[in-house]
């Protein structure tokens, strides 16, 4: 397994030159300049990526499903059961998921990683199995994992971006599965970002106003007790982080060494795409966001981020639903480069 800093020496800048020739041909298609309006900055961004004007059709795709446990989940932070993540990586498996209904909808291979599920999992073909460790400490009394345990599951993530991109997918998705993560997202967002713990931390799976209260304090705590420092990102990662957060921010960094785009999902893909970009700034070029989840800590991230969501529909599932829902819009976004003509082309007078 290859070194972080061999990772990180791997992702280069967006193509000026591909973005250059990207907008010019949107400029000569037929149809009246900017009316695509963030679709045509979208294609620009894939022809950056690829290096290549138009870029090759984001197809086919993949979305990889990260789970894990978290410690903190001892703190009630939230009325789920701890053995749900291990039920519901059984149903993804199963195929019977909503991530795995909207995968089928857009002809998304799902791809599930057990990196930290507390519970051992019956092995098998639809299983990634890379577990660094069966769940993360509680955050509010110890780092949640090791420096060496962060870096592992970061590179366990890259390894797995790479893999796919070997094996010709074109489009990564990110998808997640952890019971309790919603609060580890929170404290790696206002880590990351500055802001208040109490605006960052939502409802996650449904909490009432006193456990939502309880939670911003749990954040709030573990703040205060790791005192964790943006300008080192992987001990923010250990100190207050998640093992699927890990995992998502190698998967990103693996995926803009190999110049693959990954669509976003939402507050835990957010808060682990901080990390990323704080390891390696260029990251954020292939990074689009496929929607605004309901959790306030998300708009937060994308905020920090500079990305934009292509849908704001009130989800608040995870999984990797919002990514792959955006997914037909990526692709139409570098099919108007492949198929529309240009004014040239077709005869069409300009005005």
Known sequence: MPSLDTVLTRIGPADEAAMAAARARQGRLTKPPGSLGVLEELSVRLAGVAGACPPPLPEPVAVAVFAADHGVHAQGVTPWPQEVTAQMVANMRAGGAVVNAFARQVGAAVRTVDIG???????????????????????????????????????????IAGRLADEGYRLLATGDMGIANTTASAALIAAFTGAAAEAVTGRGTGVDDAMLAHKVDVVRRALERHRPDAADPVGVLAAVGGLEHAGIAGFLLGAAAARIPVVLDGVIAGAAALVAAALAPQVADVLIAGHRSAEPGHDAALRHLGLRPLIDLDLRLGEGTGALLAVPLVQAAARTLHEVATFDDAAVSKR
């Open 117 to 159: 599920v507390a519970s051992e999992l019956p092995a098998g073909p639809d299983l990634i199995a890379a577990k660094v460790r069966p769940g993360t400490a509680d955050l509010t009394k110890q780092p949640a994992m090791s420096r060496a345990e962060a870096e592992q599951a970061l590179l366990t993530g890259a390894g």
